[in-house]
């Protein structure tokens, strides 16, 4: 059954293309994707700063998160925020607003996506990003600066085959993005480049080693409590799923 269903809008000007979720702008614009437009409104209630600055605001009682899409690696020398256009539906902010509404939909624990932007000049886009912010939850690298018990890891590892069970990949799947709210519960953000494919378990056990990698990565960059025995635990829940 459908989690929630949502109205989305288009809306489309001169060189820019709007997704919107009714439930939390009546229209947009792009001021909403300007961290200074929410600054001037006294709407800011926090950042991030990481590749880039991830604004934390709140619109008419939403928590909201705004990311601007920004390149990694040596590419990033070369353009900061630059992407090749092939069409709307394959632009980072559009197919990412796409998949959150459908596995919302599907009932899996993800943020509601708000607002997308996309500036296309010539043969190149910029983009933006609106979606819920997860109320009192805390990413696993702060979770895990305590010890978690056995049941920690067999929830998250029904969690994480749930999603695989829909055919989830996520491309970046670590301990960064993956969520604990004050009531237990996982949730995984960050579905740029994500999507849906046949379940089958060679991308499965990628995305598997990739979690754990992040897993072993954090435990000697933030010395996390976390030990080879959690990954058993896990695992097995996985796979009991």
């Not at 009192?136 to 969690?159: C, H, I, M, P, S």
């Not at 604990?180 to 999507?195: E, G, P, S, Y």
């Not at 494919?197 to 992040?214: A, G, I, T, V, Y």
Request: glycine letters at 4%; one cysteine or more.
């Amino acid at each position: 059954m459908p989690k929630d269903t949502f109205t989305i809008e288009n809306k489309h000007y001169e060189n820019k293309f709007y997704l919107f979720n009714k439930a939390f702008f009546s229209d947009a614009s792009p001021d909403i994707f300007l961290g200074s437009y929410w600054k001037d409104k006294g709407a800011i209630t926090g950042q991030e700063t990481g590749r880039g600055t991830t604004w934390f605001l709140q619109h008419e009682g939403h928590d909201l998160v705004l990311r601007h899409y920004l390149r990694g690696g040596l590419i990033s020398k070369i353009s900061k925020d630059n992407y090749l256009y092939k069409n709307l539906k394959s632009c980072r902010s559009i197919s990412e607003f796409h998949i959150l509404n459908e596995l919302n939909q599907l009932g899996l624990p993800v943020p509601i996506p708000a607002a997308a932007q996309v500036i296309r000049n010539g043969l190149t886009y910029k983009a933006d990003l609106l979606t819920q912010r997860i109320p009192n939850a805390q990413d696993l690298v702060q979770v895990l600066k305590e010890r978690q018990n056995k049941a920690f890891y067999q929830q998250l590892g029904l969690t994480i085959s749930r999603f695989h069970q829909y055919g989830v990949y996520h491309a970046d799947l670590n301990i960064q993005n993956i969520l604990q709210d004050k009531n237990k519960q996982f949730w995984l953000i960050d579905f740029d480049r994500a999507k849906r494919l046949k379940p089958q378990p060679k991308w499965q056990h990628s995305n598997l080693d990739r979690l754990k990698r992040s897993f072993e990565k954090e435990k000697v960059r933030y010395d996390i409590q976390w030990e080879e025995s959690d990954w058993a635990i896990f695992s097995k829940a996985y796979q009991k799923q």
